[in-house]
């Protein structure tokens, strides 16, 4: 039987090792402020770069669950690509071995030293206070291992103790513990520390350490897999690759587990060393065959987690390299990129009335996704804009740039009211209030002209035909016309039935008319662009731009018979769109 003193010895230091190691992870982050997000992000396609950096950064937060979390919230962002996480997770394997290392060489004793300097710097520090509690919880790190060395100590030819860990070092129980004791902890690093301690006090031997080892690489994968649960379809195959890496490594090495050994006795050194070296070693074989066969790999982990999502990526499609040195040709990627904004807002609008069908929370996550990249494209093509505009242009160039910059933040805005319509699903679907069929199928035929005018809008953006301006003009008046029957139809049907509190189908058209009526803002602009590009060649028969707040010849809607004006309804509040105003130049309150 174990002595008591012996576990009210090990458990503190156990304890103190594990909060010492959790609370170093976050102070380093915090340090970081978001660093590491930003270098992981910019990590190159190389997978073996990928690697290094996660080897890195895991040395430094020493958790590789840390750097496999932020790697899986980046994938669910879209800052990384899935093929992009794959590096990264091989890699922090590696970083996962310093803690071992340091222990194995007995760096321990270094504990007592910091903890005092972190205290002393946190205080007293200035401008480098931000260090102390880094240094702080390091220390606390190696301290804690000390102690449980020293408690060891007296234990080292203790036949019961012996006897006890001989019992329980077959291949597949060490496996079982190695597994089980770093899920429970959620820290590899906490495991491979202790089996190094136990090394070090001849405890275990090196065939007897191995086993434990492989099972705590396998129980480091819980967190992750945890963590991805509820997240897009990319997160969860980067946490399937985490652990299928870690699982195919120790299988990869079971075969050869004695020629292994002997390998690694060969190399020398004490036990603790040993063991660290093989835990070192492993990582780095298991690392190097999963780089080499990438594609492989990443071709199984696909088949694992199976899935036709779209994977949607923070990235500009023309606009990576920034603005060339040639004004022209930095005009022509803007003006390609506002083209590709418009994509993804015309994406958007598709994947929020799929949300508004199905009511699926993976189909709101979508909605969220090409939001934010909206959201950023416009953030990116202002940046370029910006950039361009402090260029030596011509009056009609600088013209032009205004109004490049005036149709992106348009498209964000439209953008935002696709989003709105997402939200207003989700939160429908939340509160289990499903989108009656007949109420599903009205909606789709309003929307079915919505998005005529955006694909319309779209063909030669961000200039525009005269004939795309008649089209879609025609298509406003069928649209108002339509809104305006579906209005009538709804109130009368509401008051049938008696529930005049049921609003969920005027908000919709709402929406779909506020976003309509940016898409009108958007097609007067690129009237305006195409006007000047045309003066800009000198072409006759050139006509004054209109500006944005005029009346177009062709917009006005008093020909299209027996359309009431519009009248608030009592008790229903239009939902107005994230990007400011909901309907432009109150449209709305022209007609219903």
């Not at 006795?265 to 004490?270: A, C, K, L, P, Q």
């Not at 260029?391 to 013209?399: N, P």
Request: contains cysteine; hydrophobic residues 45%.
């Amino acid at each position: 039987m174990v002595p008591w003193e012996l576990v009210f010895a090990i458990v503190p230091g156990l304890i103190l090792f594990f909060y010492g190691i959790e609370n170093f992870s976050r102070e380093i982050l915090a340090v970081a402020k978001g660093s590491f997000n930003r270098i992981l992000g910019r990590v190159t396609t190389r997978p073996v770069v990928g690697a290094l950096l996660g080897a890195g950064v895991t040395a430094l937060v020493q958790s590789s669950a840390a750097t496999t979390i932020i790697t899986i919230g980046l994938v669910n962002a879209g800052t990384l690509s899935f093929l992009q996480s794959l590096g990264i997770i091989i890699g922090s394997n590696i970083g996962t071995t310093v803690t071992a290392q340091l222990v194995a060489f007995k760096m321990t004793a270094f504990g007592q030293v910091l903890i005092p300097v972190g205290f002393l710097v946190g205080i007293f520090g200035g401008r480098y206070k931000f260090l102390g509690k880094p240094l702080f919880y390091f220390g606390l790190v190696l301290f804690s291992l000390n102690l449980v060395s020293t408690a060891l100590a007296p234990y080292q030819s203790d036949p019961e103790i012996v006897g006890i860990i001989t019992e329980f070092s077959s291949l597949p129980l060490a496996i079982l513990i190695g597994f089980l004791f770093t899920a429970m902890v959620q820290s590899s690093s906490v495991t491979t520390g202790l089996v190094v301690v136990l090394a070090q006090q001849g405890l275990l031997t090196l065939p007897q350490a191995i086993p434990i080892l492989l099972g705590a690489n396998i129980g480091s994968t819980t967190t992750t897999l945890i963590a991805s649960a509820r997240m897009n379809l990319y997160s969860r195959r980067a946490a399937a690759a985490h652990f299928i890496f870690n699982l195919g490594g120790v299988l990869l090495v079971l075969p050869f587990l004695v020629p292994f050994t002997g390998v690694v006795e060969t190399i020398g050194g004490t036990e603790a060393q040993m063991v660290a070296n093989a835990h070192l070693i492993f990582n780095l074989i298991a690392a190097a065959v999963f780089l080499l066969f990438i594609g492989q790999f990443k071709r199984l982990v696909e088949r694992a987690v199976p899935g036709s999502e779209p994977e949607i990526l923070m990235r500009t499609r023309y606009l990576e390299d920034g603005i060339p040195d040639d004004t022209h040709l930095g005009l022509e990627l803007i003006q390609k990129e506002l083209r590709h904004a418009h994509e993804i807002t015309l994406d958007l609008f598709r994947a929020s009335m799929t949300c508004l069908a199905t009511g699926r929370e993976a189909d709101y996550q979508m909605v969220e996704k090409l939001e934010s990249l909206n959201d950023y494209l416009d953030e990116r093509i202002e940046q370029a804009l910006r950039a361009l505009s402090k260029r030596a242009l011509s009056g009609s160039g600088a013209t032009g740039v205004v109004y490049l910059a005036r149709m992106s933040n348009e498209i964000e805005r439209l953008g935002d009211l696709g989003a709105d319509l997402g939200e207003f699903s989700h939160k429908a679907s939340r509160g289990g209030k499903a989108v009656p069929a007949a109420l599903m199928q009205r909606t789709e035929s309003i929307y079915r002209i919505l998005e005529e005018n955006i694909v319309g809008l779209g063909i030669f953006f961000p200039g525009i035909l005269d004939a795309t301006v008649a089209e879609l003009r025609a298509r406003d008046v069928e649209l108002q016309r339509a809104i305006n029957d579906h209005y009538r139809e709804h109130l009368v049907s509401l008051r049938v039935e008696g529930d005049i509190a049921d609003s969920s189908f005027l908000e919709i058209l709402s929406i779909i008319e506020a976003a309509n009526a940016k898409v009108r803002d958007l097609r007067k602009l690129a009237e305006q662009y195409s006007l000047q590009k045309r003066s800009e060649s000198s072409l006759p028969g050139v006509e004054k731009p209109f500006a944005l707040g005029d009346a177009v010849p062709g917009d006005n809607l008093q020909g299209v018979a027996d359309l009431p004006v519009q009248r608030r309804v009592p008790g229903i509040d239009v939902q107005e769109g994230r990007g400011g105003e909901l309907g432009g130049r109150g449209d709305h309150d022209e007609i219903l």
